[in-house]
Every structure is written in structure tokens, then in C-alpha cells.
């Protein structure tokens, strides 16, 4: 340390940046004293106390990689200064050379510990979410307003869509037809069409979801959610060019909004059976078979 500086001002400005955060350390110099015996001095107050360590390896690693001198290359003898000051950074580098394995090692395993926490934000987050959604959608399920319910069904359902960063519309109307909102997944445009009634959904429904759904764009898909389920005529009759939508009954969204499984991936599973089968409806317990 002392010898990477000729004059006291220079040397003093240099100790107080690196110790900067450490007030009680620079109280303690005298930098009327010579270089050296102020340098002695940091190293031995850096050396007597653990909760400077990390401070001391990072002193050590960045006085090892110094490769100029502006005081000492401004002197009348700067070659020797310099020499000398190389020889000191050297044999300091040499010290240093595991001490900067650990220090990285340190960094990263930092890293990885915020990284780690900010993950685990996230999920507290998350699962805080889904539950307030869950408790909504289970309170629903004892109201005694079908209609009502009917429509804060659908606001549960947006809250779920944008939980999952779906870009959820709410519902709106068109010349002739109601829709009951709309989300993108996997840049698609789905098409909601949501039911909380107390019989199965027959197979004219399908046909009228699935007329709305041709009307617009090409790539534009759906998904009907129906609480109550479908009957076997809705689930089995074959749509003419294909049925562009897939299915939701009250167990999935249930399973979803439990945490057992994430809604995304249920879409995406769902979505995957209708292409290789052309059947809209896969069971979410069916997954865990």
C-alpha cells in the first residue's frame, strides 16, 4: 500500500476511499505519521477484527491488479519508484491469487442467494394471489345469485388471466353476440366463454361458441369454462372443420387455483390433446396419472 504512492496526499486520499464505509477505522489513523506506519497500521487493525474481511480481501484484490502509478510516474526516479511499487503489487498478487478464487466464489454464491430470494418473492407472491383468487372463486360457489355469481365468475376468471400475464379483456359486446371476455396465450387469441349454471352444457352451446369463434380472426381460438361440467354430447360430437376450442369444468379450475398444477401449463396441455386428438376436453386429473 505504501508503496504505490510517493507523496502523503495522494496516499491519504487512497486510504480514505478504501476505507470509506468503515468511519471508525479512519478515526483511528494519523496520517501525519509516516506512509508506512499508516499502512501498518490499516493492516493491522483489517487483521484484528473479523467483520472486516471481506473488506480486506477486497483491498487485497484491488491493489494486486494496479498496473499504473500517476504519483510515482510524476517523480524525478519514476522508473525505480515504479519498479519497486511492481514488486510489491507481484508479491502481493501471488498472495492473493486464492483469496481472489474465494472472493469470486463468494460473489457468486451471492448471486445465486439473491437471485434465489428474488425467486422465492415471486412465488410467495404468486401463491398469495392464486389463494385470494381461490377463496373468491369457493365463496361463489355458496351464493344464492346465480346471476350474480354469473358475473363475478368472470372477474375471478380475469384475475386468474392476468395473474398468468394473459393480457385479459373483460367482457364486451359486439352487433349480436356477447363475449364474455378474451386473453393471449402463446400469441393466440382466446375467446372466453364462461358458465356457472346448474346443468351440464349441452352440445348447442358448443355450436354457438364455436360459430362466434369462426367469425373472427383466423388464428383465434377459445375456451369455454363450465363449473358444472359438459354433457357427453358436448364432449363427443365432432364439429365439421374441427373444434376450435378447448374445455374448463369446475374440477380443473379447482386443481388450478389449489396450486397443484399452473394454469399455463393446463393450457398448454389442453391445447396440445385437441391438436393430436381433435377432442376439446382432457380432465386436469387425468395429468397426474
Same mark, same amino acid.
Not at 501498518?40 to 473479523?50: E, I
Given at each position: ?18 476505507l470509506?464505509? =468503515? ?7 494519523? #496520517?501525519?505519521?509516516v506512509?508506512?506506519s &499508516? ?8 487483521? !484484528?477484527? +473479523? ?35 511492481r ?30 430470494? +428474488?425467486r ?16 373468491? #372463486?369457493? %365463496? ?23 395473474? =398468468? ?12 353476440e ?27 352451446? +358448443? ?7 369462426? %367469425?373472427?380472426?383466423?388464428? !383465434?381460438?377459445?375456451? #369455454? ?8 354430447? #358436448?364432449?363427443?360430437?365432432?364439429h ?32 396440445? =390433446?385437441?391438436?393430436? !386428438?381433435?377432442?376439446? =376436453?382432457?380432465? &386436469? ?5
Amino acid at each position: 500500500m505504501a508503496a504505490i504512492c510517493w507523496n502523503k496526499a495522494p496516499f491519504e486520499r487512497y486510504v480514505r476511499m478504501a476505507l470509506h464505509e =468503515h468511519p471508525e477505522l479512519l478515526a483511528r489513523l494519523d #496520517f501525519s505519521q509516516v506512509k508506512r506506519s &499508516v499502512a501498518g497500521t490499516v493492516v493491522q487493525l483489517l487483521a !484484528t477484527d +473479523a467483520r472486516y474481511h471481506q473488506t480486506t480481501l477486497g483491498l487485497m484484490v484491488e491493489l494486486s491488479e494496479m498496473t499504473v502509478f500517476p504519483n510515482l510516474s510524476s517523480q524525478v526516479d519514476a522508473d525505480q519508484l515504479i519498479t519497486r511499487a511492481r514488486k510489491a503489487i507481484d508479491a502481493l498478487r501471488a498472495i492473493t491469487r486464492q483469496y481472489r478464487a474465494d472472493l469470486d466464489g463468494q460473489e457468486r454464491a451471492q448471486a445465486r442467494q439473491r437471485a434465489d430470494q +428474488a425467486r422465492l418473492a415471486a412465488q410467495r407472491s404468486y401463491d398469495e394471489a392464486l389463494g385470494q383468487i381461490k377463496s373468491d #372463486f369457493v %365463496r361463489l360457489d355458496a351464493s344464492g345469485d346465480p346471476q350474480g355469481r354469473g358475473r363475478r365468475f368472470e372477474t375471478v376468471l380475469y384475475r386468474l388471466f392476468e395473474l =398468468h400475464d394473459m393480457q385479459p379483456r373483460i367482457a364486451y359486446s359486439l352487433p349480436h353476440e356477447q363475449i364474455d371476455g378474451s386473453f393471449t396465450f402463446n400469441t393466440d387469441d382466446y375467446l372466453l366463454e364462461a358458465k356457472w349454471c346448474k346443468p351440464r352444457i349441452e352440445r348447442e352451446q +358448443a355450436d354457438v361458441f364455436a360459430a362466434k369463434i369462426h %367469425r373472427k380472426g383466423r388464428n !383465434t381460438l377459445g375456451l #369455454f369454462v363450465s363449473v358444472s361440467g359438459f354433457t357427453q354430447g #358436448f364432449l363427443e360430437v365432432p364439429h365439421a372443420s374441427g373444434c376450435p376450442f378447448i374445455t374448463l369444468d369446475g374440477d380443473d379450475i379447482y386443481l388450478v387455483l389449489d396450486g397443484r398444477i399452473r394454469f399455463d401449463e393446463v393450457l398448454q396441455t389442453k391445447r396440445r =390433446h385437441l391438436n393430436d !386428438t381433435g377432442n376439446c =376436453h382432457l380432465p &386436469v386429473r387425468s395429468f397426474f396419472r
